[in-house]
Structure formats: structure tokens, C-alpha cells
């Protein structure tokens, strides 16, 4: 059960922005990381699905994953119409990852998930050796970014950065990722956000 964003789910994507920047991070990870025909995507906390749509036409498989069941049916609504038959949705309040991914991407997630360090580590037990995982989320902001209260107001890098490398995995990027500019009680304010991708060595 994931109310907030239950709600949130029918109107998601009338923020055009949205649409925008999830493409601008899709083409800042190609600028990185090697995208094929014969992988699988898995999309973590994927919402209505914005990012992982724009690697659909050129994979074999996107998994997308969430707790909100009203997130996904906007998923499966966008598949059918776009005719993606290689897309299938995961709801993690009732299923676990069982699969393994070339690619795990993962945008404006993590600090939603109070322990979101445990979920990075569950989400390389689903990375294939060779694999990538690409983490997007915000920096470290002062608590204006959201009207509700959330388990963090952003995410420092570096213990993003650590945690992978404590776990083996090779940062090949650590870099700015997209940048989100909202009216918070009139005044312009701009969220910036970090975008670590790392690359499970094979054994
Ligand atoms: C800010 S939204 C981002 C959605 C999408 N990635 C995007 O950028 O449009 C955060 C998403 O994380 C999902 N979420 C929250 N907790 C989660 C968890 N523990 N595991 C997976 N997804 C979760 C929410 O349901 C929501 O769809």
C-alpha cells in the first residue's frame, strides 16, 4: 500500500518536466554505460515508468518495479498503447526481485525508502556480473522539496559511493544529474542531483 503516490499516480506525467528530465538522465547514462539489444532493464521505483520507457525500444526486457499498484497500471496503460511487448511491471508490496538485469536504473527513489542503503545491496544481488546500476537521486536540499515529510531530505554521494565500492562494485561516473527547478512560496529554487553509475565486476 503506497497512498501518497497512489495519488499521485493519474497526473503524474501532466508535469511535462517530468517527461523531460528523465529523458535528459536516459541520455546522460547512454553517454556512460553500453545499451543493448539483448539486455534486461530493471526500473526501480519507476512511477509511471519515465525513464524505463526510453530504454524499451532498444532492449530485449524492462522490468518495471514499485510499491504504488496505481503507478504501475499507468505502466501497463503506456505499454499497451505504445505497443511495447517487452515490458512487464513488478510490484514489490507483493513480489520480490527475482530476476537478474544488465542495467538497474533507478531515478528519485531512494530517499523515499528510509533504509535505502539495504535496497541498493538487494538490488546488486539482482545485478548480472558485467551489469550496471545507475543512481539518480537528489542532493543533499533543505527540506523544501517536498510539501509531505520523507525518510530523507536527500542523499549525500559519497555514501552512495562508498557502499558501492564496499561492495565491489567499480564507479565508472559520478556526476551531476538532472536538475529540478520548483516555485516554493514564490521564490525559484533550484534541486540539484547526483547521477553514480557502477559496474558489477564479473568474477
Ligand atoms: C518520486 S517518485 C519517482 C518515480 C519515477 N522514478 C520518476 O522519476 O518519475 C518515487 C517512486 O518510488 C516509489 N517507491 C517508494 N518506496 C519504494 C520502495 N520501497 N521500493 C520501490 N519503490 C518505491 C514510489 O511509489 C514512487 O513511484
Known sequence: MNENFDNKAATWDA?????????ELFDKILEVIPVGEDMSILDFGCGTGLLGFNFAPHVKHVTFADTSAKML???????????????TTLNLEKSQITRQYNIIASLLTLHH???FETAIINLLDS???????????????DGSFH????????????RIHTLLEARGIQIISNTA????NKTIDNLEK???TFLIIGKKLTE
Not at 497500471?73 to 515490458?87: D, G, P, S, T
Not at 551489469?131 to 536540499?141: A, Q, T
Open 127 to 141: 545485478l548480472t556480473p558485467g551489469g550496471y546500476i545507475c543512481l539518480c537521486d537528489l542532493d543533499p536540499e
Open 177 to 180: 544529474g538532472i536538475t529540478i
Open 73 to 87: 497500471e499507468q505502466v501497463e496503460q503506456k505499454a499497451l498503447k505504445l505497443r511495447y511487448n517487452n515490458c
Open 147 to 158: 510539501r509531505e515529510q520523507v525518510p530523507h531530505c536527500g542523499i549525500q554521494r559519497r
Open 113 to 115: 525508502i528510509t533504509e
Open 190 to 192: 533550484e534541486y540539484t
Open 15 to 23: 508535469n511535462q518536466q517530468r517527461v523531460i528530465r528523465a529523458k
